[in-house]
């Protein structure tokens, strides 16, 4: 039997508890904490011989204090320690919440970013935020000229429906990006309207050499063929914040599709998606910490049905 006294304890345990993992989803997991996420890739038909090292940033969403200048540039340094093939930047680098002290702006997230170092460079496609919206949520939108400017100063090749052929060790692949897939809002009536040409894309690979594609969104990803062995994406934090056994279920009904987070494989077609560094909407993480993603992306050792 539960006393009385026990019993009057018990709401003011929840609450503390309460507060206690929110001061820690706030100040804690997305301040503090960095991972380095790891996935091997083996799509069908890729080339024997050819390993690709692919590091991702996604979803940074810099601002003052939750993404300053200083915490990218030491996420830059984290990810050339990992000695990748090519970066991958996944879009939204604008602040993605009101919660805010200051900008970061442009030209100083780029500016820390351009410590990156790779052998086959550093590729870029943008994001939602960087089209809605200035570096802050309430600055007023520009097309996403500054983020575009600001990465192209940089030295990173932006994408928006483009490709380009790269070769590791003579063997030839390709690199395709879309532009952003909700760049518009037209109105409750027509939804969301997109910058991105997945078929346009597509037309610009004039040989077989294998396909990786870059999207901010994973939206995308039902629509890609058998064609293109990986897609990468980012967006959906993961979740952003989980809840424990029920996992990421608010952005799953949000989405509406249970591709949020992970390593996903349909048809033969890889799907990753990051966890991405930055917070929206509010500015906290809970069970899904900021993290860069490695994607070794090498032939299978054997036949696989996938």
């Known amino acids: 039997m539960i006393s009385r006294r026990a019993l009057l304890r018990m709401p003011a345990g929840l609450a503390l508890a309460g507060l206690g993992l929110g001061a820690y989803s706030v100040a804690v997991e997305p301040n503090f904490l960095l991972d380095v996420t790891r996935y091997r890739v083996a799509p069908r038909d890729w080339p024997k011989g050819l390993s690709l090292r692919i590091a991702i940033i996604a979803d940074l969403h810099a601002c003052d204090p939750w993404m300053p200048a200083a915490r990218i540039r030491k996420i830059a340094k984290v990810t050339n320690a990992l000695e990748p093939d090519l970066v991958a930047l996944l879009g939204d680098f604008s602040a993605g919440t009101h919660l805010v002290e200051g900008p970061v702006l442009p030209e100083q997230w780029a500016e820390a970013l351009s410590e990156l170092k790779a052998p086959l460079g550093v590729h870029a496609v943008l994001g939602n935020h960087d089209w809605?919206?200035?570096?802050?949520?309430?600055?007023?939108?520009?097309?996403?000229?500054?983020?575009?400017?600001?990465?192209?100063?940089?030295?990173?090749?932006?994408?928006?429906?483009?490709?380009?052929?790269?070769?590791?060790?003579?063997?030839?692949?390709?690199?395709?990006?879309?532009?952003?897939?909700?760049?518009?809002?037209?109105?409750?009536?027509?939804?969301?309207?997109?910058?991105?040409?997945?078929?346009?894309?597509?037309?610009?690979?004039?040989?077989?050499?294998?396909?990786?594609?870059?999207?901010?969104?994973?939206?995308?990803?039902?629509?890609?063929?058998?064609?293109?062995?990986?897609?990468?994406?980012?967006?959906?934090?993961?979740?952003?914040?989980?809840?424990?056994?029920?996992?990421p279920i608010v952005a799953e009904l949000r989405y509406r599709t249970a591709q949020v987070y992970g390593h996903y494989v349909e048809d033969g077609r890889h799907l990753v998606i990051s966890g991405g560094l930055g917070e929206s909407i509010l500015p906290l993480r809970f069970m899904r910490p900021p993290e860069i993603v490695e994607v070794t992306v090498e032939a299978a050792t054997s036949p696989s049905p996938a």
């Open 132 to 247: 809605w919206h200035g570096p802050l949520a309430s600055d007023p939108g520009d097309d996403a000229e500054s983020a575009r400017r600001a990465l192209k100063q940089m030295g990173a090749r932006v994408y928006e429906n483009d490709a380009l052929r790269l070769t590791k060790n003579g063997q030839p692949f390709w690199l395709l990006g879309l532009g952003d897939q909700m760049a518009t809002y037209m109105g409750r009536a027509i939804g969301w309207r997109g910058r991105d040409d997945l078929d346009a894309t597509l037309r610009l690979v004039s040989d077989d050499a294998p396909a990786i594609l870059l999207a901010h969104e994973p939206f995308i990803f039902r629509r890609v063929p058998r064609r293109v062995s990986l897609t990468l994406c980012g967006h959906t934090h993961g979740g952003q914040v989980n809840l424990p056994l029920l996992g």
